[in-house]
């Protein structure tokens, strides 16, 4: 599997995951990893619903997203590390608790007082869209892209941390805009989903059109070009045998 991991903070990221993994206790897996980014998910979601009776808890969130950060992009990083991969339970197990955990954490953003449910719940359909189409494209190519137009899964928690950061310093009573019942919280994480169903958009349009310049338009078939070569190698065979054939039979006449 190749990975495209092409996001603005990769270099620093990597440096520091490099020697954190190089200084992690031996008593630590990568299994202790994921299930810490687990907690600092539900972290999140405790300091977003304590936040509903003291601003000061959303710093609890805030410290939530930096804890899940560390597990989920440390656990891998680990395990890559000590050369204990296991290729197949670790994609499985990282990637449906990333949904899981994205699931709390906007949606805790939801169960505040600061954002709408709603606009949460459209910031957590954009991601698992774009999400699907990660998996698809690593399925048919083989490619698993972790960033678009260099912003990643780091730069997203970065959006998050500074909109709650913004929530402590503004305050519940935040400006609301033009729109009724609808804050600058709230502006920004719709601002947030539609940058990602446009990736989604985007990314999966050129995907398809790639996809079908390689294998057609589906109105004639393709040239059948395995078939060909296994043809031509049976007709070099046979004239291989054919000569071999004619050299016995001289062979024989003197």
Request: proline share 3%; charged share 15%; glycine share 8%.
């Amino acid at each position: 599997m190749k990975r495209i991991q092409g996001n603005i903070v990769a270099r620093q990221e990597r440096r520091f995951l490099n020697w954190a993994c190089s200084v992690m206790p031996e008593q630590v897996s990568s299994d202790h990893l994921t299930a810490f980014g687990v907690f600092g998910a539900v972290l999140v979601v405790v300091g977003y619903v304590a936040g509903r009776s003291n601003v000061d808890f959303l710093w609890i969130a805030a410290l939530g997203y930096v804890i899940h950060w560390f597990g989920d992009s440390l656990d891998g990083s680990l395990a890559r590390y000590r050369n204990v991969s296991r290729p197949r339970y670790g994609y499985f197990l990282d990637h449906s608790l990333d949904v899981f955990c994205i699931v709390l954490m906007v949606g805790g953003m939801g169960l505040s007082s600061f954002a709408r449910m709603d606009v949460a719940m459209y910031v957590v359909v954009a991601y698992l869209i774009l999400a699907i189409h990660v998996f698809l494209k690593n399925h048919v190519t083989g490619t698993f892209q972790l960033s678009f137009i260099a912003l990643g899964p780091t730069e997203l928690r970065m959006v998050f941390v500074a909109i709650t950061v913004w929530m402590i310093i503004q305050g519940g009573d935040s400006y609301h805009l033009a729109l009724p019942g609808v804050s600058g919280y709230d502006i920004a994480l719709l601002v947030t989903g539609t940058v990602l169903f446009t990736l989604f958009i985007v990314n999966s349009v050129t995907m398809v059109l790639h996809l079908r310049a390689l294998e057609g338009d589906g109105r004639r078939p393709l040239p059948a070009i395995e078939p060909a070569r296994a043809a031509g190698a049976r007709q070099a065979s046979d004239i291989a045998r054919d000569r071999r054939s004619a050299s016995v039979q001289e062979s024989n006449a003197y």
